[in-house]
């Protein structure tokens, strides 16, 4: 019998019932023969902080975050990468060995990944992009953006005072534009963005006007329920490059899934299916 503990992580939301992630970890552990599980977690706001320091003493090496709980994650850490800091919000954390908790943010990285594999000719620094919504997403997708060296942001948002607070955070490259005029950022924009619940199942559809879409640009959408939108459906009918809000979600825990079981996986055709299945 081996005393060799069996290295647990999981995903900590409110509700978690709905979250792909469990899928996802439990392909990559049988894919490369790691002992190990990943499990949701159900966890309350005001269980959260007693949950966190617990999980470490049952076994946990980390879990991820999601909402509600990305920004009060981040205030509970002991230790918090810069692009945590930056984005202002965790959703992943890493059980030291010395009992301290270490939070990322692996958000702006799944996005850009998710485009460069999709989107291997898609250039950043061409041009514009245009992002919609102004919520912990689209934190995430302008740090990221302006990382990967896009001359200059358009962003608008149903309520605009939550737009130009986030403007305001990025700097001089970040444009706040009115959400009535959203429809006429798309033309000037080389990648277009949804951050946005819009076009969710259960949520009301994108009423932002889409004739402005063309050929050459690269949209994408972080909705992944349903995987083709209204803005994605459109965006193809009119010739631009298409990027599904699915490989977000696969990217973003590569580096969690390396930190925790010690294996970088690859995100494949496989792993997709096996998300889907």
Known sequence: MSDTKIPLAGV????????????????????HGL???????????????????LLPRMGFVGCNITV???????????????????????NTLIFRKDGKIHADNTDGY?????????APDWQPKAGPAAVLGAGGAARAVIASLLEAGV????????????????????????SVVEWVQAGNILEDALTVVNTTT???????????????????????DLVYTPLQTRLLREATDAGCTVVDGLGMLLH????????????RPEVDAATRAAVLR
């Open 12 to 31: 900590i939301g409110s509700p978690v019932a709905h979250s792909r992630s469990p899928k996802l970890h439990a392909h990559w552990l049988r894919l």
């Open 35 to 53: 002992s190990g599980h990943y499990i949701p977690m159900d966890v309350s706001s005001d269980d959260l902080a007693a949950t966190l320091h």
């Open 68 to 90: 509600p709980h990305k920004e009060a994650a981040l205030k509970i850490a002991d230790l918090v990468t810069d692009r945590a800091a930056l984005i202002g919000a965790a």
């Open 110 to 118: 799944g996005f850009i990944e998710n485009l460069r594999q999709n």
């Open 151 to 174: 001359p200059e942001i358009l962003l608008t948002n149903r309520t605009r005072v939550r737009a130009d607070a986030l403007a305001q955070e990025f700097g001089t490259r970040v």
């Open 198 to 220: 819009l076009g969710m199942i259960g949520q009301p559809e994108i009423r932002v006007p889409l004739d402005g879409l063309r050929a050459g640009q690269v949209v994408t």
């Open 252 to 263: 973003q825990a590569v580096p969690g899934f390396e930190r925790w079981f010690g294996v």
